[in-house]
């Protein structure tokens, strides 16, 4: 079984539609008929992979929930409307929208939009790192903490990859330097401990996930909740 996909729009012929085809491909689907529902079934599915929104609905419309939507979790979001103006369109995109699909349309088409928009999505998530509030992004060479972008020197960037890729592991400095620096660098190992003590500045609370053991070198560990 596919991933699951949430289709919002208060036409039963429309959901049933686009389900269906969706279905067909192996998706799960689960609907809503109006704003409000939609906006509590993404709260109550946290396997959601995609979301399907119809801006105009009742209770509240789609570009509400978009907004919502996009205050917890950066899901992809296609718009799915009767609305062609572009102002409509570009309107959608500033607030947060991946696709924009108008009616009427091919359902194959919107499938293998949702389709497309899954693997781009599984690409970016691919090259991303998380653990705990640290998310490091290694194709845009980007760290975020707590979801504010922190800015690493190469070797600090480097040097937090390595320790994420290691969760749990104990380091020897000797490791590290090899690892990071090469081992035609002809520094010492202290370079090593300075470039941690910066990385912990700049990671703040996060810094504590760097873990010293005396002696020997260094251990990242999540801290537990």
Same mark, same amino acid.
């Given at each position: 079984?596919? =991933?699951?996909?949430?289709? #919002?729009?208060?036409?039963?012929?429309? &959901?049933?539609?686009?389900?269906?085809?969706?279905?067909?491909?192996?998706?799960?689907?689960? =609907?809503?008929?109006?704003?409000?529902?939609?906006?509590? #079934?993404?709260?109550?599915?946290?396997?959601?992979?995609?979301?399907?929104?119809?801006?105009?609905?009742?209770?509240?419309?789609?570009?509400?929930?978009?907004?919502?939507?996009?205050?917890?979790?950066?899901?992809?979001?296609?718009?799915?409307? #009767?609305?062609?103006?572009?102002?409509?369109?570009?309107?959608?995109?500033?607030? /947060? #929208?991946?696709?924009?699909?108008?009616?009427?349309?091919?359902?194959?088409?919107?499938? @293998?939009?949702?389709? @497309?928009?899954?693997? &781009?999505?599984?690409?970016?998530? @691919?090259?991303?790192?998380?653990?705990?509030?640290?998310?490091?992004?290694?194709?845009?060479?980007?760290?975020?903490?707590?979801? =504010?972008?922190?800015?690493?020197?190469?070797?600090?960037?480097?040097?937090?990859?390595?320790?994420?890729?290691?969760?749990?592991?104990?380091?020897?400095?000797?490791?590290?330097?090899?690892?990071?620096?090469?081992?035609?660098?002809?520094?010492? @190992?202290?370079?090593?401990?300075?470039?941690?003590?910066?990385?912990?500045?700049?990671? /703040?609370?996060?810094?504590?996930?760097?873990?010293?053991?005396?002696?020997?070198?260094?251990?990242?560990?999540?801290?537990?909740?």
């Amino acid at each position: 079984m596919k =991933e699951k996909i949430l289709i #919002a729009d208060d036409e039963a012929r429309m &959901r049933k539609l686009v389900g269906d085809f969706l279905k067909k491909d192996g998706y799960q689907v689960i =609907e809503a008929s109006d704003g409000l529902e939609a906006l509590n #079934a993404f709260y109550e599915n946290d396997d959601l992979s995609l979301v399907i929104l119809d801006i105009m609905m009742p209770k509240m419309d789609g570009s509400k929930v978009l907004s919502n939507i996009r205050e917890e979790s950066a899901i992809p979001v296609l718009m799915l409307t #009767a609305k062609s103006a572009e102002e409509d369109e570009l309107a959608a995109f500033i607030e /947060g #929208a991946d696709e924009y699909v108008t009616k009427p349309f091919s359902p194959k088409v919107l499938v @293998a939009r949702v389709n @497309a928009l899954l693997r &781009r999505n599984q690409k970016e998530e @691919a090259s991303k790192l998380i653990a705990g509030d640290i998310i490091v992004d290694e194709d845009a060479h980007e760290v975020k903490v707590g979801g =504010e972008d922190v800015r690493l020197s190469v070797k600090e960037f480097e040097l937090l990859v390595y320790f994420i890729r290691n969760k749990g592991l104990a380091l020897s400095r000797e490791q590290i330097l090899q690892a990071v620096w090469g081992y035609d660098f002809l520094g010492e @190992a202290r370079t090593i401990d300075t470039h941690v003590k910066m990385l912990r500045s700049k990671l /703040g609370i996060s810094g504590s996930y760097i873990k010293t053991i005396w002696g020997m070198g260094y251990k990242f560990e999540v801290d537990k909740a």
